[in-house]
Nanobody, 120 residues
Framework: QVQLVESGGGLVQSGASLTLSCRALGTDFSINAMGWFRQTPGKEREAVAEARSGGVTWVKDSLKGRFTISKDNAKNTVYIQMSDLKSEDTGVYYC??????????????WGQGTQVTVSS
């Protein structure tokens, strides 16, 4: 089993920066990709950024330049650095990880979500 532990959410003012982190805890697993999704008020959950094995990263086009994703493979931790935050970035941010367990089964798990609130 893999557990995702998120941290770093909070209340910030417009224009501020915030970094979220998500660590995958467990034993005998390998990560294929870790990423971030968000659900903003009145909208469906959307993909924000992903860090894949081999160092490949992806960030939603509209967030490029403000959001950066990075991954520490040794710590099984993914970070998303968010800058110049806007009120429309307010929402619940969820970490997602997929990969393989030691017995070969594929996993795809979600974190509990962390609230980001940007005040204008």
């Amino acid at each position: 089993q893999v557990q995702l532990v998120e941290s770093g959410g909070g209340l910030v003012q417009s224009g501020a920066s915030l970094t979220l982190s998500c660590r995958a805890l467990g034993t005998d697993f390998s990560i294929n990709a870790m990423g971030w999704f968000r659900q903003t008020p009145g909208k469906e959950r959307e993909a924000v950024a992903e860090a894949r094995s081999g160092g490949v990263t992806w960030v939603k086009d509209s967030l490029k330049g403000r959001f950066t994703i990075s991954k520490d493979n040794a710590k099984n931790t993914v970070y998303i650095q968010m800058s110049d935050l806007k009120s429309e970035d307010t929402g619940v941010y969820y970490c997602n990880a997929n990969g393989a367990l030691g017995d070969g089964r594929w996993f795809d798990f979600w974190g509990q979500g962390t609230q980001v609130t940007v005040s204008s």
